[in-house]
């Protein structure tokens, strides 16, 4: 019921901070003028200015290497990332400060490594190599946009990120109109859009109560879902992953058949839909078709209606992981008579704990009524309920008491 994360990122963010450093990270007490070469950044989302910057440097000109995540396809997905991890190692024991990952410059016949699989390869191979500290991972790509990709490749090892291509569609979409703001200068729009960025971030490392960058980078505070081991082992090492997935050949696949639809100049692209329903898009399982059979089946009480909302949702491609699931008969069936009563299961049912200011009153007392109709218990939520309906069908059976802090007198207690 309590929400709340761990720490507010609005009215605790004094307390947070997203300042990153570039440079080695030397021995914390040793006051050794060699341990003060260090960048501060006030996050870790740069802009074209600060990247330009960064690399011109001369702690860091010198002594960067850049690695292509661009690979021929014959060479193959998992090679390119062992060639990448042996390329950084190789540097770092050089003296390179800096290791540029950058997916930016496409080459006729290969295909990109996607960079968080590149970040995270290259991380846990330094990391096992015992050279992590001693250098940066600064990674330029297309493929952050939201605050989840940027978390995902700090979390996995990345020490800052340059999203050149969200910066280049933003522009874009600043010159054609399509975003119509009083500041549409490009200058602004990347200040925006780093904001925003930087938001999200705040929000996603309160969630852990993570107060810093510096202790959310590379803590790899995820679970995998949908990758094959030979994945997780080779890029996210030490990360739960339960149900297996994709390997190396059929993400190489999809890389393929992306690139091949880049390459067409005629190829109509796919309508998305990830974040929107669009229609032909990207499936939702709460999209218009399902809510209206729903609301049908609800005004109407009709068996059929119901059966075909029911049809929608049971008949949907696998959009959960319990989608994939299907129940295993143990034996032929048993008689009816043979089995608990449907009465005796129902007393059994109950509805989760969610307070009147969490739904609304007719939703509340809707929850009540039916679970007493059906010889259930509701659950009251924290806070209770008006004394009004204590002894009718709309009172709730189950009281919820938490932390007692309001709402809590003898009358409630005694009328559970």
């Given amino acids: 019921q309590v929400t709340n994360p761990p720490i507010d990122p609005l009215r605790e963010r004094l307390v947070m901070s997203l300042t990153t450093q570039l440079g080695r990270e030397g021995n914390l007490f040793s006051m050794a003028p060699e341990n003060a070469r260090q960048i501060v950044l006030n996050s870790p989302i740069l802009s074209q200015r600060k990247l330009r910057q960064i690399l011109a440097t001369a702690d860091f000109g010198a002594n960067h290497i850049t690695i292509d995540l661009h690979y021929p396809q014959e060479e193959g997905l998992a090679a390119a990332l062992a060639r990448f991890c042996q390329q950084a190692e190789a540097a770092v024991r050089q003296g390179s ?68 291509l969200a910066y280049q569609s ?23 859009y780093r904001r925003g960025i930087r938001k999200g971030l705040l929000k996603i490392l309160s969630k852990m109560g993570i107060s810093t960058m510096d202790s959310y980078r590379g803590a790899q505070l995820f679970e995998i879902v949908g990758l094959a081991p030979e994945v997780v082992r080779m890029c996210f090492a030490g990360s739960p992953s339960r149900i297996g997935g994709a390997g190396f050949a059929e993400i190489e696949a999809e890389q393929a058949a992306l690139c091949a639809l880049a390459d067409d100049p005629v190829a109509q692209l796919e309508p998305g839909g990830l974040l929107r329903y669009v229609y032909g898009g990207e499936y939702h399982m709460f999209n218009p078709d399902v809510i209206a059979a729903l609301q049908q089946a609800a005004r109407s009480g009709e068996a059929a209606d119901f059966q075909r909302y029911s049809a929608l949702v049971n008949e949907r491609p696998p959009s959960a992981l319990r989608d994939l699931l299907r129940v295993q008969p143990i034996g032929p069936p048993v008689p009816l008579d043979e089995v608990e009563s449907e009465a005796d299961i129902l007393k059994r049912f109950d509805s989760a704990g969610m307070s009147l200011g969490a739904l609304s009153p007719e939703a509340h007392e809707a929850l009540a009524i039916g ?46």
């Fill in 97 to 164: 400060v800096l290791v540029h990952l950058t997916d930016r410059q496409p080459r006729p016949g290969c295909l990109p490594a996607h960079a968080l699989l590149a970040v995270g390869a290259v991380h846990q191979h330094l990391v096992r190599a015992g050279l992590r500290s001693d250098c940066n991972l600064l990674v330029e790509t297309g493929t952050a946009r939201d605050p989840h990709h940027f978390a995902c490749l700090l979390g996995f090892g990345a020490t800052a990120v340059y999203p050149f």
């Fill in 170 to 192: 933003l522009f874009a979409m600043g010159r054609s109109g399509v975003i119509k703001a009083r500041a549409a200068e490009p200058r602004e729009l990347g200040r925006s």
């Fill in 371 to 416: 679970m007493n109709r059906l010889g259930g218990r509701s659950n009251s939520g924290e806070g209770g309920e008006d004394p009004a309906r204590y002894g009718t069908e709309r009172m709730s059976k189950i009281k919820q008491v938490a932390s007692g802090r309001f709402g809590v007198t003898p009358s409630y207690l005694v009328n559970a």
